[in-house]
C-alpha cells in the first residue's frame, strides 16, 4: 500500500492514543499536527515524530500535504473542523460523536458527497478483528436467529478524567461519549435496523445525561438493553443472545476477546462454549481503524463498509430524539 501522510488535528489524550497506534498501520505517515497551542501542537509533536507542527487550521490544511486528517477536538468543534477539511480537498475521519446532530451530520455528508472525499465517523470498534469474528458468527446462524442484545459502557469518572465530555456546554453527555460503543454494538448485532420504539431512563448532570439506561424494541420482539454511565462500573461487556446460542463479546470499546456458545449437549439452564477468539493486539487498538480508512480510499471508496454513513446517520438520529425528550439541548440545536 502506498504511504498515506495523515494529519491530527488536537492534541489531546485520544490524539496522543491515536498517534501512539500509527506506529502499527503499515503506510500511515506522521505527517503534520494542528493545535489552537503552538506550544501544545510543538510538543506533541515532538513527542509522537510528527514531520510538522502548526496552530492555525487554514495554514495546516494548506501547507502540510496531508491525505487524510483526523479530527480529534472537542465534540462542539466538529462540524466546523470538518468542513473545512473537506473544503480543502481532503478526506476525514473525525472522532465520535461526528456531528452534534442531524442537521450538522446531513451536511458533513453533503459537503464529503459534493467533493468526492472519504467521510467516516470514528466508531473504531467496528474496525477489530474481534468484532469481524462476533458478526460472522452472527452473521452465519451459529447463535440461530439473534434476539436479544445486551450491552455495557460504565465506569467511574475520577478527578482527573476530562469532565467537558459530560457538559451540555461542550455537547457532551454519557450517551455521546459512552452510549454510542453501547448503542454501536446493537447496530452491529441488528445490521443496522432502527428500532420501532425506544424507551429510556436518564439521569441529568452538567445539563446532560450522566447515566441512562435505553431499551431499543424491534419487530419479532427482539430487543436490545443498553446501559452507560460516567457513576458507576460495569462490565463493559455485549452480548447477542440468539434462540440456539449465544456470544460474549469483551470490552465494547476495543475488544479483544469474544467467545461463542451453544445451548446444546446440556440442561435446560447450561450453555456450551464451542469457540473462543482472542486478539492480543499491540498498542491501542487504533491501527485497525487506520489501516481500514487507508484501505477505503486506496480502493477508491468514499466511506466505511463496517461502520457506513447510513448507520451515523440513524444512531444521530436515535440520540436527538432521546435528548429532545430528555431537554438536553446544545448550543447547535434549532429546537
Known amino acids: 500500500?502506498?504511504?498515506?501522510?495523515?494529519?491530527?488535528?488536537?492534541?489531546?489524550?485520544?490524539?496522543?492514543?491515536?498517534?501512539?497506534?500509527?506506529?502499527?498501520?503499515?503506510?500511515?505517515?506522521?505527517?503534520?499536527?494542528?493545535?489552537?497551542?503552538?506550544?501544545?501542537?510543538?510538543?506533541?509533536?515532538?513527542k509522537y515524530g510528527f514531520e510538522r507542527r502548526y496552530d492555525d487550521l487554514g495554514r495546516f490544511l494548506a501547507e502540510a500535504g496531508v491525505d487524510v486528517v483526523y479530527v480529534a477536538v472537542p465534540n462542539m468543534m466538529h462540524y466546523e473542523y470538518v468542513i473545512q477539511a473537506l473544503d480543502a480537498g481532503k478526506h476525514v475521519l473525525?472522532?465520535?460523536?461526528m456531528a452534534d446532530n442531524l442537521r450538522q451530520l446531513n451536511g458533513m455528508i453533503e459537503k464529503a458527497a459534493e467533493k468526492g472525499l472519504f467521510l467516516?465517523?470514528?466508531?473504531?470498534?467496528?474496525?477489530f478483528p474481534t468484532m469481524e469474528?462476533?458478526?460472522?458468527?452472527?452473521?452465519?446462524?451459529?447463535?440461530?436467529?439473534?434476539?436479544?442484545?445486551r450491552?455495557?459502557?460504565?465506569?467511574?469518572?475520577?478527578?482527573?478524567?476530562?469532565g467537558w465530555k459530560a457538559q451540555a456546554e461542550f455537547a457532551g453527555g454519557a450517551i455521546r461519549d459512552?452510549?454510542?460503543?453501547?448503542?454501536g454494538m446493537a447496530f452491529a448485532g441488528f445490521?443496522?435496523?432502527y428500532p420501532e420504539d425506544v424507551v429510556s431512563a436518564m439521569v441529568e448532570r452538567f445539563g446532560a445525561d450522566y447515566h441512562s439506561e435505553i431499551m431499543l424494541k424491534y419487530s419479532g420482539g427482539r430487543t436490545a438493553y443498553v446501559t452507560y454511565s460516567f457513576d458507576m462500573v460495569g462490565d463493559q461487556m455485549a452480548v447477542f443472545y440468539g434462540d440456539e446460542g449465544a456470544v460474549v463479546c469483551g470490552k465494547v470499546w476495543d475488544p479483544d476477546y469474544a467467545e461463542l456458545f451453544t445451548y446444546q449437549g446440556g440442561d435446560e439452564f447450561t450453555r456450551s462454549s464451542v469457540e473462543v477468539f482472542r486478539d492480543d493486539y499491540p498498542s491501542h487498538g487504533m491501527q485497525y481503524e487506520i489501516s481500514h480508512v487507508q484501505e477505503r480510499i486506496a480502493a477508491g471508496e468514499r466511506e466505511s463498509d463496517v461502520f457506513p454513513l447510513a448507520e451515523s446517520v440513524a444512531l444521530c438520529r436515535l440520540i436527538d430524539g432521546l435528548r429532545k425528550e430528555w431537554g438536553v439541548r446544545y448550543s447547535a440545536d434549532d429546537w
Not at 151 to 162: I, P, R, T, V
Open 94 to 97: 473525525c472522532e465520535k460523536p
Open 133 to 149: 469474528k462476533v458478526r460472522g458468527w452472527i452473521r452465519d446462524g451459529r447463535i440461530g436467529r439473534l434476539r436479544s442484545v
Open 191 to 193: 445490521e443496522g435496523e
Open 178 to 183: 459512552l452510549g454510542v460503543y453501547t448503542l
Open 1 to 46: 500500500m502506498s504511504d498515506v501522510r495523515w494529519g491530527v488535528v488536537g492534541t489531546g489524550y485520544i490524539a496522543g492514543k491515536f498517534a501512539e497506534s500509527m506506529a502499527f498501520a503499515d503506510g500511515a505517515v506522521k505527517a503534520a499536527v494542528c493545535s489552537r497551542s503552538l506550544d501544545s501542537a510543538n510538543g506533541f509533536a515532538d
Open 151 to 162: 450491552a455495557d459502557f460504565c465506569l467511574k469518572a475520577n478527578e482527573g478524567w476530562q
Open 120 to 127: 467516516m465517523e470514528g466508531l473504531w470498534t467496528r474496525c
